[in-house]
């Protein structure tokens, strides 16, 4: 059985930054692509970041390249989200879920084993 659980949301300022982790427990995580996701109320979920099995290939939504990072420690079972120059519309709870394909592709079904998310609200 595969767990996922998110944390490190939280409530903060516009343009400051937050690091969200997840950390999964089960079998076949360091051979499991990764990705985080977010959605807000009334809203479909969308792809911010994913990662390749070993880190070695990341890729990013549009709306988030050079502000947000992916990144993954194996050893620890955990994938962070560095967020930084937060927006007040980037207020979503964030979900990280495994990859059930060989790549993090931005496709929510392409993914089986989700978070409960963790909410992150940005002020103005």
């Known amino acids: 059985q595969v767990q996922v659980v998110e944390s490190g949301g939280g409530l903060v300022q516009a343009g400051a930054s937050l690091k969200l982790s997840c950390t999964v427990s089960?079998?076949?995580?360091?051979?499991?692509?990764m990705g985080w996701f977010r959605q807000a109320p009334g809203k479909e979920r969308e792809f911010v970041a994913g990662?390749?099995?070993?880190?070695?290939?990341?890729n990013y939504a549009d709306s988030v390249k050079g502000r947000f990072t992916i990144s993954r420690d194996n050893a620890k079972n955990t994938v962070y989200l560095q967020m930084n120059s937060l927006k007040p519309e980037e207020t979503p709870v964030y979900y990280c879920?495994?990859?059930?394909?060989?790549?993090?592709?931005?496709?929510?079904?392409?993914?089986?084993?989700w978070g409960q998310g963790t909410q992150v609200t940005v002020q103005s």
């Open positions: 879920a495994r990859a059930r394909t060989s790549s993090a592709d931005t496709t929510p079904r392409n993914y089986d084993f």
């Open positions: 089960g079998r076949a995580f360091g051979w499991s692509p």
């Open positions: 990662i390749s099995w070993n880190g070695g290939s990341t």
